[in-house]
């Protein structure tokens, strides 16, 4: 198990240990742009990835804290996954 810092927030100060998950290879997304005359439209690479969604197991200390903890950690933001146990 570790922990992890999702918007700012420290998983530990609510009780959760997280196990590590499987990362999915980000890809890089990309814009077409149609050009009159050409037969094919040309491919443009972006400079964003594409949005990656992670499934975390989390291990809850404190049941009573289980709603709080929803709330915190749902959502999309800044990740940050440690695998140190100290």
């Known amino acids: ?29 990309y814009t077409t742009q149609e050009i009159p005359g050409r037969a094919e439209p040309l491919i443009k690479p972006t400079t964003q990835y594409k949005t990656v969604t992670l499934a975390l197991t989390l291990g809850i200390t404190d049941p009573l804290k289980a709603r709080e903890i929803n709330q915190t950690f749902c959502g999309s933001g800044k990740l940050i996954l440690s695998t140190d146990l100290t």
């Open 1 to 29: 198990m570790s922990y992890f810092i999702f918007n700012g927030k420290n998983s530990r100060d609510y009780g959760t240990l997280a196990g590590v998950p499987i990362f999915p290879r980000s890809e890089l997304g």
